[in-house]
């Protein structure tokens, strides 16, 4: 078993470095015991640890993290008949039964999250039997701490109660352990990423697209955050805040990189790297956002390929009429983000569609982009501190962060002057500065809003489906908005599995 779990768990993908970015090698029939033997092996397999980001934040974060709320919705194409799992998602409809749910998206971030923690699990449990030079060991064990924080961060606001891996699986009695309490895993998630803040290398001196830092201190600051833990957060962020070296880029529309530049920029505290091309390391998300079906004149503009090609599938993470209203007049953000598409094919009334621009980049070849995903910017960083110091009392020095945010928008210092009036202001810049970044979802769960925002919304796609991208006559499915919990189902697949779940 061990055999086989090196093979396809850390050496079938692996990166050498960000010169070299992502490079796959070939499986091979190493097992832990020969495999680990020098600085370069664990470098490697650190390497791998990475890998299955790529493919979470291309295909399924999105679908669970922002679709799954008011800021963004589906384009119905009645042609192509039953509803499939992403529209379940959209729609609060998932079918849960017993605590699973047999949807596809479920399943593959589930598994996808462990791919990290099994990789990390076992770089953690054999770095210190190798010697080598102690801060490329440091390096590289805080990296692998970072992973694991991270993969168990998504997991437990996802799922609630999950399994806690913390060694390598070798039996098939080992995968099936039972479901740990949120807590434990709250509680494991801080020891990782606060040993990962005392051993990673801050901004100025780690290579460009690995964890930082200043990076564990950011998933940290949002773990205390979503524990109301208000205190720690604001120490921490007031650590990242004086001492990391980040700033806003002047234009927020540079926050973001562009297919091949402006990649880990001076806002970036941790982003998924992407590499344009034929290698295999792209992404492709504007090409799963933009409405369809689109011809290739219609693309065109969008994308500004040599090959422009029309699609047809449905359309997802399209912006929600109730996300364009929160934009104040003069705010810069909206116009970065939101564009619009007229489909001539569409079925439709109004043929006009938003789209997601802050995505939509330049690039080469229909269906392959290098632009990287932002997973922290520094701007959450400062909207974190404001959170943390109004929570706490201390309105006057959070609105000092919040207009640090609203300035580069374009707009005027927040009226807010209460704690209450300062936490919906908050809550509401965090919408529109990070929309489209797969936040809003875990914003409405820690803050308990679910059935307020999320009923009030499911009522208004209901009463006037056409606003909502539907052709005339289509109208959401009956069992639309009616699961309306804040965790997901645990996956029927892996139930089957364990007596656990």
Not at 59 to 85: C, F, I, K, P, Q
Not at 224 to 243: C, G, H, R, S
Request: aromatic share 10%.
């Amino acid at each position: 078993m061990k055999t086989n779990y090196i093979a396809t768990g850390l050496l079938a993908l692996a990166l050498t470095g960000c010169s070299d970015f992502l490079n796959i090698v070939p499986e091979t029939a190493l097992s832990s015991a020969t495999f680990f033997t020098k600085e370069a092996d664990f470098q490697q397999a650190v390497n791998g640890a990475y890998v299955p980001l790529r493919q979470m934040f291309n295909e399924r974060a999105w679908v669970l993290e922002e679709m799954h709320s008011d800021n963004t919705y589906y384009g119905r194409n009645t042609l192509y008949g039953a509803v499939d799992a992403t529209e379940n998602v959209a729609d609060f409809a998932v079918p849960t039964a017993n605590g699973v749910t047999a949807n596809d998206n479920v399943l593959v971030q589930y598994r996808l999250n462990y791919q990290i923690i099994a990789r990390a699990n076992q770089i953690l449990t054999t770095i210190d039997a190798v010697n080598f030079a102690a801060e490329s060991k440091n390096n590289l064990k805080g990296q692998a701490y970072f992973l694991r924080a991270f993969a168990y961060f998504d997991l437990v606001r996802l799922f609630g109660k999950v399994p806690l891996h913390l060694t390598p699986v070798t039996s098939r009695e080992d995968a099936a352990l039972p479901l740990a309490t949120t807590e434990a895993i709250y509680a494991q998630i801080e020891k990782d990423a606060t040993e990962a803040s005392k051993t990673l290398l801050n901004k100025a001196k780690q290579e460009a697209g690995r964890a930082t830092s200043g990076a564990a201190k950011t998933l940290l600051a949002n773990l205390y955050i979503t524990q109301k833990k208000w205190a720690q957060a604001e120490a921490l962020m007031k650590d990242v805040v004086a001492n990391d070296g980040y700033s806003l880029m002047p234009d927020y529309n540079n926050a973001f990189s562009f297919t091949a530049t402006n990649k880990n920029n001076a806002e970036s505290v941790f982003e998924i790297q992407y590499q344009e091309g034929s290698a295999g390391y792209n992404g492709n998300q504007i090409y799963r956002f933009i409405p369809s079906p689109i011809t290739a004149d219609e693309i065109r503009p969008l994308t500004g390929t040599s090959n422009a090609q029309p699609t047809s599938q449905e359309s997802n993470n399209i912006p929600t009429p109730d996300l364009i209203a929160a934009y104040e007049p003069g705010d810069k953000r909206k116009d970065i983000s939101i564009g619009y598409v007229t489909l001539s094919q569409s079925l439709r009334e109004n043929k006009t569609y938003p789209y997601i621009k802050k995505y939509a980049r330049t690039h080469s070849l229909h269906n392959n982009t290098g632009q990287n995903w932002p997973v922290y910017r520094y701007a959450e960083v400062l909207l974190f501190l404001a959170e943390s110091l109004n929570e706490q009392g201390k309105t006057a020095d959070a609105a000092t962060y919040l207009n640090q945010v609203r300035a580069r928008a374009g707009l005027a210092a927040t009226t807010a002057t209460s704690q209450a009036t300062m936490r919906e202001a908050i809550f509401k810049e965090r919408r529109v500065e990070l929309a489209f970044e797969n936040k809003r979802w875990f914003d409405l769960t820690r803050t308990g809003r679910v059935k307020e925002i999320i009923g009030a919304y499911g009522a208004r796609v209901k009463a006037n489906p056409q606003d909502y991208y539907f052709p005339k006559g289509a109208v959401p499915p009956p069992n639309a908005f009616t699961v309306l919990d804040d965790y997901y189902g645990l996956p029927a697949v892996e139930s089957a599995l364990t007596p656990n779940f």
